[in-house]
Nanobody
Framework: QVQLVESGGGLVQPGGSLRLSCAAS????????MGWYRQAPGKERELVAD???????HYADSVKGRFTISRDNAKNTVYLQMNSVKPEDTAVYYC???????????????????WGKGTLVTVSS
């Protein structure tokens, strides 16, 4: 069974920095895209950033220039470095793994998608 476990959330002051990590486990063969989404109270879940296995990245306009996504394919881990955070960055941040193939499904045409349980980031003074 594939699991995604996020860590690194917490309380940070405006202008500060925080680093989120998400480790995928469970006999993983490959993962196409890993990403971070967030959901603020009363709002829909939105994409923050994602990164392909080849290293191509995509960011939401609201975080461009402030957040950096990176990935360690050998560890099946994705990171989100959050700099110059703002109160509007407050949300539950969810890790997503798209197109996951395990050792048992490595020849499948399509992989499965998985979500972590989320980690809360609060930006406040």
């Amino acid at each position: 069974q594939v699991q995604l476990v996020e860590s690194g959330g917490g309380l940070v002051q405006p202008g500060g920095s925080l680093r989120l990590s998400c480790a995928a486990s469970g006999s993983i063969f490959s993962i196409n895209t890993m990403g971070w989404y967030r959901q603020a109270p009363g709002k829909e879940r939105e994409l923050v950033a994602d990164i392909t296995s080849g290293g191509s990245t995509h960011y939401a306009d609201s975080v461009k220039g402030r957040f950096t996504i990176s990935r360690d394919n050998a560890k099946n881990t994705v990171y989100l470095q959050m700099n110059s955070v703002k109160p509007e960055d407050t949300a539950v941040y969810y890790c997503n793994a798209e197109g996951v193939r395990t050792q048992a499904t490595k020849f499948s045409l399509y992989g499965m998608d998985y979500w972590g349980k989320g980690t809360l980031v609060t930006v406040s003074s």
